[in-house]
Structures are given as structure tokens and as C-alpha cells.
């Protein structure tokens, strides 16, 4: 317990907050409540706004990532999952140039990104980014194995990926429980990236 | 808030500049919010695809706004149809296609120009494997990696057996395939351009193997924080190939070709790309050729040595500018022995530096510059040696040139691009200009787009060998095309009429450039990937009339690689169940023309029309290990491509006829590729 406190207050640090946490933190709180696409617009343009306000806000950099991922995801509109994709590739490349930011959860989101780009066209860009997601999830968790959005991403991925193969992943079980109870002793009153709580029950309807 | 149609625009972003006091306009557009700011402020509008808009307003007139966006220019700028272009992989949805792509079509065999003459508007030239592009002659292609140029991307083989691309399909990020109206940035092309982009970022650290029914390779990438270092090594050797699946050739020492590759790739920050790519390959046969009517026996000693070098430079500026810079040199040394007669023997050497820089920039929502300079190198030298006979030819030449294009966003449906390419050839000294012209307008997605244009291009350098002040051939095009593509659905109509000027014509022992001729026609695509789950088929027909008085025609002839119906018909077929994917390609081709000596006139006969069936199976045995296996012409049909025709001996009136054919009815292949590294995953490409 004490190692994960220290280590997301190791992640408050890199994420070199200048805003206070009392204006950012609903904004972080909207973006664990949002489902639909209207939610995710709302707070995307709150965080835009956070942003232009604050540009060395890295956190606010990080969540548009993370927002347009899932406004990718959420949204029927082929031509806009493009879009928001090449947004948050824009927002994810800001996030590369900086120094002090949280490699593994970069990677993550990095990982999280193409997985989206590539559940837009299975077909054609399974075979091509594949590889990258993979690598991208294995170098986060190479970063911080206790990173649980790392953890539950690459679980499902390799689940995904085995099953398509006609074979399973036999480590998916104890994945999901381990990134639960490290969702579960997340400091939510921190200003860390706290999503992906709603993967674990998505994975656990897969198992 | 309103777009550019008075519409109103949900979901805007409308805020205080400088503060987050803001609010999103909702389904009517409508929005409002309060802020603490007194005075002058500047209220911002963010959306999506449009640029931002500002406007000044006060505390004291906050009310009622009507606000009008307009869209981006990086929407503007990501309009990529436009007549002739064919994006075969980028960002556009038009006709996309990737390297598992390409390896999956049946009948490409894993080469990446064999996969390209599925697409309308190549011709089908079996005996040759080179692009013959809407009429046009294979050495009106060109082949550009990363924007230069690449003296000879074929591999070489011996005379009337298919060439393949020198460089595997994996390694690229992008293929834009200009079947016609190319960009003004691409020289010395008349029918089309292949141009290939290697990846910018190869950010896994992999290593792999193939073995195959023709060789094995092996290589890999070492990937670093900011950039990245490949290898590749390829030895092929038909000759246990041949043991099996027998040729019509006598081979003394089968086909071996040894290549080796590599690039390096330096990224020190997001806006700047320092590419390397370095290829070398040696390539060797010797065929028994047997006894004709006035030829001895003799053993056709071949050996080719090609190396080619390129280094790129990237950089967009904070202010826009996007700066481009980039040197390569190619080098093709050949030397055959035995070569027309025994005991002569040939040697052709021939090498190009190429150095080209450009920058162009967006100044306005109205308008985009684009400007370069480009200069070419060139040395050719032959030295035919029989008995005491030595014959030796040799040129250097360079070719420079100016390019120029403005692209106008007339609106946001509209756009225009004007552009000339100024070009200066040593050779003859003789200043080209290529002025261009091309429209596109998009009506709710469905784009019209219509080219006019000129392209120059040198004679060959075995007519310029010959004759130095040969003029620059030239070639006006007319294109115009209809395109709609749905998130599974492509639709292509193009329509084209070119004109040539100026081509070599050799008249008795002169050679002179009054040749001439034209070339029309229809290419058709479909592309169709939402019929049912997993399945995938692609329709590609053309239709061209072409004729020339070129070369030694005595009269305006089809010539003898055209032919006027083209059409491929591509199947694949994902089975999960099975772990694999089926590809069955059938194309047809009608008949070519070729001269029969015993009849009067030229190219006054037909062949009969060429068709192939064609099957692939990859099978993807676990993550890291894919089977691939293809099999071309299953219907065992004999494709006949041209006739030759010698004199017979018995009766000098009289010729006999040998069919060109491939060397065999079936080419196999089957491969298996295994990734050696622990994180990557369905990935064979060492690149």
C-alpha cells in the first residue's frame, strides 16, 4: 500500500502540476463519469480549455489523449474516430516532447490508441499495428509493472489475441485480479491518471 | 454558432480566452456562460475540423452573437483525391492497401509490382513482370523511396522472364501509385509514378526468419528512444526449386541472387526525420542456350551488381515551413558473357546521383505553396567485345530542374492546384516547361477531379548512346475521374487521353525524334469489403486504345505490350476457424499484337488473350510463426505473350514461330516466416 501511495505521488510529481488541484480535480472526476459521446464532449472541451489556459498543464495534455481515445471508441461517426484519433496522436506526441511525464502511463495510452485505431479496421490494421500494441503495453509495464491500466489492457489484448488463435491465455485470470486490487487502492483524491476501472469489468465478462 | 453553410454547430468549444470560463454550444448551436473578466476580451471558438475563431467583444456587448466557422487547413490539406492518383496506402480510404495486403492477393507473390498490375490501368505484360502502365512503355515508370529516385527498382533476369521488385513490400509506410497526372515534384515519368515512403518511426525491436521454396532471409530492427536500426539479409537460389517444378530454360547455373539492406532512423524530436537506406544485391545465372540456325551453342553468363543509397532529411518548422532534403546514387553494373553471340561478351555500367531539396508551406486558408529544385547525375558506359572487336559507348548528362505548385482552397469543396516544372537536359540543352493544371470538387463526397498537364522525359540511354541530341520526348495528358468510398466500399471511374510527341523513331540506321502517338481509355475500380464478415473482392477493369510510330515502327501500330481489355477479379477470404486467409485472383488480358513477317504491314496479328487463376493461403500457425503458400495459372492455361520469328533455312521465304511464354505454366511458392523476438506478434516484416 505504501509503495503505490509513494508511487502516485512519484506520478503527481512528474505530471509537474501548476494548476491547483481544486479547479482540475472535476474535471478528472467528469472524465471517470463520462459513458456517452455527449459526457466525453463536454469534458474534452473543459479540458481544452484547461489547457489553452495552462499550456505546461501536462495532466490536461494526457486526458485529451485519453478523452479522444474514448470519444474514438464511443462515437458512430467513422470520419470522426479519425479524427479524434489523430488528435489524440497529436496530444500523445506533446506528451513525448516533455521531460518528468509517467513513461509507463504514456505508454499505456500509446498502447490504448492503436488498439482504437486498430479496432476501426480489424482486417487491415490488426496485422499492422499488432506488434505496436504489444510493445507498446510491454514497455509500460517493463516501466511500472503495477501500472493496473497496463495490466488490464495487455491482459485483454493477449486474451484477444490467443483466442483468435484458437488457444488461451492462461495468465488472463490472475491479470484481472491483480489490476482489480490495484484499482482498488487508487487514490482517487490524487491527480493521477485513475481510469480504466470499467476495462476490469469488461475483462471479467470475457473470462 | 453557425458553419460555413449558416448551419448550426453542435458541440463548439466558445470560451474566454485566458481563463476557463467557457461553455459547448448545444444541438441548436446555442450557448451561453458567465465569466468574472471585465473589459475588452477575446472570445475563442474551438472545433473539431475548423479553424479557431476570435472575435473581440466587451462586457458590455456579450449578447446575441452569431458566429461563423470556417474549416481547417489541416482538413483543407488532407484532401487527397485528385485524377490519376492512386494512394494505395496512406491516409486516404481510396483503394488502401498494405504490405500483408499485398503478400495476401493472390498472384503477387509477395512482390510488391506484381500486386500493382491487379489495379486498373496496368497492363498485362507477362514475359516482362515491369509496370506498362495506360499505354504507356515500362520505362515510363518510375520509382521514387522517400521522394528520390531509383535507377533500376527491378531485379534483373534473363530475356523474356519476369522481373520482381528489388525491395520488399514491408518496408514501406506508404505506396502512392500515380497511374497518371502525377505530382510536378516527380521527373521523368510519362505514363506513371511509384512513389514509396519508408516508415518514419519503426519503434519495435524485432528479429525474424523466412525459408522459402526459393531461399531464406533474415533480419531485424533495434529500436532506440529516438530512432531506430535495420538489417536484411536475402539469399535466393532456384536451383532446388527448378529440380522440382522443371522450366523451359536449359540452366547451367539456376538464378541466385544475394541482397542486403539497411536503414537508420534518427527522430531527435517529433518534427525531424533523418532517413538512411542502403540496399546491395548480386544477382547471377548462367543459361545453355542452344544451337539455332545460324548460332552455335553457347552459355549465357550473367552477373548483376546493383547498389542503391539514399539519405533524407524532414523538418517542419514552428512557423510552417515544411523543409525537405535528400541525396541518392544508384549504381547497376552488368556483365554478360556469351551474351548474343559465344565468346562475346557485354558490360553495362550505369550509375545516378540524384540531390533534391523543397519546402512548401500553408500561408493562407486560400492558398499553399510548394517549392523545389532537383538535379540528376548521369553515367552510362557499354563495352561490347567480340573476337578483337571492341565496341565502347559513353554519356554523362545531368538534368536540373524547378518545380513549383500553389494550391488554392477556393472553398472548402473546391480546391485547384497550378504548377510547372521547369526542366534543363545537358544532353540535348534543351529547357522544358511542364505547366499543370487539376480541379477537384467535392460533392457530398462525391469527388470530380480532372487533370491537364505535360510530361517530359529523356529518350532511353541506348538511343542516347547513339545519338546525344535526341530531343526530350513529351507527353500531354487529359484526365478526368469520379471517386466515392464508403467506410467498406471504394468506387473509381477515370477516364484518359494522352498524346506523345517527340519519341525516338528509328528510320533505317537513323534515329531521329519525329516519333508519335496516342493513347485512351477507361479504367474502372471497385473495391468492396462489407459483404460478408471477413470477405473481401475487388473488381478492377480497363479499357485502352493506344498507338505509336516509335522505335522502328514504319507506321502509327498498337504497340506489342498494349492491350485493349484488362480486368482482375480478387477474392480474400479471412477464416478465423481455420486461422487463415484465402486469396483467389483471376485476371484477363485480350490479346497482343505482334508482327508476323510473312504478312504485310506491322503488328498485323493477335495473340490469343491471357488468363490466370491464381491462389494464396496464409496460415497463421501461432503468433509468431505465418505459412504462406501461393500458386499462380491453376487452370494450366498457356499464356501466349509475343511471337519470334527466324528465317527458315529450308525455304527463305518462310519463318519459323516460337510462342514467348513463361518459362513455366505454374509458379509455386511457399514460404514460412517465424518472428524470433518477444514482443511483437503477426509481424514478419524485419523493417
Known sequence: MKSIKSFLTGLLLMFSIVLSAQDFAPVVQNVNKAQVVSDYIQVRSQLERFLLAQPQLSLATYYLAYVDIQLSLVTPDVDKKTKYLAEAETYLNKLSELKDIDKSEFFTLKGLRLYSLMALDPQTNGPKYSGEIVSAYATALAINPNNPRAIILSALFKNDMTKYLHQTYDGFPKDIEKASALFAAQDSLLLTPTWGRSWVDYALSKK | ?687
Open chain 2, 1 to 687: 454558432m453557425l458553419n460555413e453553410q449558416s448551419k448550426p454547430m453542435p458541440n463548439a468549444n466558445v470560451f474566454i480566452k485566458g481563463t476557463i470560463d467557457g461553455a459547448s454550444t448545444d444541438s441548436l448551436g446555442n450557448f451561453s456562460f458567465t465569466t468574472n473578466k471585465q473589459g475588452e476580451m477575446t472570445l475563442c471558438v474551438r472545433m473539431l475540423g475548423y479553424a479557431e475563431f476570435n472575435t473581440k467583444i466587451t462586457d458590455k456587448n456579450s449578447t446575441a452573437l452569431v458566429l461563423n466557422m470556417k474549416p481547417d487547413n489541416i482538413t483543407l490539406d488532407n484532401v487527397v483525391v485528385s485524377a490519376g492518383n492512386f494512394r494505395v496506402k496512406g491516409n486516404s480510404q481510396f483503394g488502401k492497401m498494405s504490405a500483408v495486403d499485398i503478400v495476401t492477393t493472390a498472384g503477387s507473390t509477395g512482390d510488391l509490382y506484381h500486386s500493382l498490375r491487379t489495379l486498373p490501368g496496368a497492363q498485362m505484360v507477362g514475359e516482362s513482370g515491369k509496370l506498362f502502365i495506360r499505354g504507356g512503355d515500362s520505362n515510363e515508370s518510375q520509382t521514387y523511396i522517400d521522394e528520390m529516385h531509383v535507377l533500376s527498382p527491378y531485379t534483373a533476369t534473363g530475356d523474356n522472364m519476369p522481373v520482381r521488385g528489388r525491395y520488399s513490400p514491408f518496408m514501406f509506410e506508404g505506396i502512392n501509385f500515380s497511374t497518371g497526372a502525377s505530382s510536378s515534384e516527380y521527373a521523368q515519368g510519362l505514363s506513371s509514378v511509384l512513389a514509396l515512403n519508408t516508415k518514419d518511426v519503426s519503434p519495435i525491436t524485432k528479429i525474424g526468419v523466412n525459408a522459402s521454396s526459393v531461399g531464406f532471409s533474415g533480419g531485424g530492427t533495434r529500436a532506440f528512444e529516438k530512432g531506430s536500426v535495420s538489417l536484411n539479409l536475402d539469399y535466393q537460389n532456384l536451383k532446388p526449386y527448378y529440380s522440382i517444378v522443371p522450366n523451359k530454360y536449359d540452366w547451367v547455373k539456376p538464378y541466385q541472387l544475394f541482397s542486403g539492406s539497411g536503414q537508420i532512423r534518427f527522430n531527435p524530436n517529433q518534427t525531424t526525420v533523418f532517413k538512411t537506406f542502403v540496399g546491395y544485391d548480386k544477382t547471377s545465372f548462367i543459361q545453355h542456350i542452344a544451337s539455332s540456325t545460324n548460332q552455335p551453342t553457347r552459355n549465357l553468363a550473367f552477373n548483376d551488381d546493383n547498389f542503391y543509397l539514399n539519405s533524407t532529411f524532414q523538418k517542419t518548422t514552428e512557423s510552417g515551413y515544411k523543409i525537405f532534403a535528400g541525396g541518392a546514387f544508384s549504381l547497376k553494373n552488368q556483365h554478360v558473357d556469351d551474351a548474343l553471340i559465344a565468346t562475346d561478351s557485354y558490360r553495362n555500367k550505369e550509375w545516378e546521383i540524384h540531390l533534391k531539396t523543397k519546402v512548401s508551406k500553408r500561408f493562407t486558408d486560400f492558398l499553399r505553396l510548394n517549392v523545389g529544385l532537383e538535379n540528376f547525375f548521369r553515367h552510362n558506359d557499354i563495352v561490347y567485345s567480340y573476337a578483337s572487336t571492341v565496341h565502347t559507348d559513353s554519356i554523362n548528362h545531368s538534368i536540373s530542374a524547378l518545380f513549383a505548385s500553389a494550391i488554392f482552397n477556393i472553398n472548402s469543396n473546391l480546391y485547384a492546384e497550378l504548377s510547372d516544372r521547369l526542366e534543363y537536359t545537358s544532353i540535348n540543352n534543351m529547357w522544358r516547361s511542364n505547366p499543370r493544371l487539376s480541379l477537384t470538387y467535392n460533392m457530398n463526397g462525391v469527388h470530380f477531379s480532372g487533370v491537364v498537364g505535360q510530361y517530359t522525359q529523356l529518350p532511353e540511354n541506348k538511343y542516347l548512346l547513339t545519338k546525344n541530341d535526341l530531343r526530350t520526348e513529351n507527353c500531354m495528358q487529359y484526365v478526368g475521374g469520379i471517386y466515392y468510398e464508403t467506410k467498406n466500399k471504394v468506387y473509381r471511374a477515370e477516364t484518359y487521353y494522352k498524346k506523345y510527341n517527340d519519341l525516338v523513331l528509328q528510320q533505317s540506321t537513323s534515329l531521329t525524334s519525329e516519333g508519335y502517338g496516342y493513347s485512351k481509355g477507361l479504367d474502372l475500380f471497385f473495391n468492396d469489403r462489407a459483404l460478408f464478415k471477413g470477405f473481401e473482392y475487388m473488381l478492377a477493369y480497363s479499357f485502352n486504345l493506344s498507338k505509336r510510330k516509335y522505335q522502328d515502327y514504319t507506321e502509327l501500330s498498337t504497340p506489342q505490350y498494349a492491350t485493349i481489355h484488362n480486368a482482375t477479379v480478387s477474392i480474400k477470404y479471412n477464416i478465423p476457424a481455420l486461422k487463415s486467409i484465402l486469396g483467389v485472383t483471376n485476371r484477363f488480358a485480350s490479346g497482343r499484337p505482334y508482327h508476323d513477317p510473312s504478312k504485310s504491314g506491322i503488328m498485323n496479328s493477335t495473340t490469343g488473350f491471357y488468363n490466370s487463376v491464381d491462389l494464396s493461403l496464409t496460415y497463421l500457425v501461432s503468433q509468431k510463426v505465418i505459412i504462406y503458400t501461393s500458386a499462380t495459372n491453376l487452370l494450366g492455361r498457356q499464356n501466349t505473350y509475343n511471337y519470334n520469328f527466324i528465317n527458315d533455312t529450308t525455304n527463305p521465304d518462310r519463318y519459323m514461330k516460337t510462342p514467348v511464354t513463361d518459362p513455366s505454366k505454374h509458379f509455386f511458392y511457399i514460404g514460412i516466416f517465424i518472428t524470433l523476438s518477444g514482443k511483437t506478434a503477426y509481424d514478419v516484416s524485419n523493417f
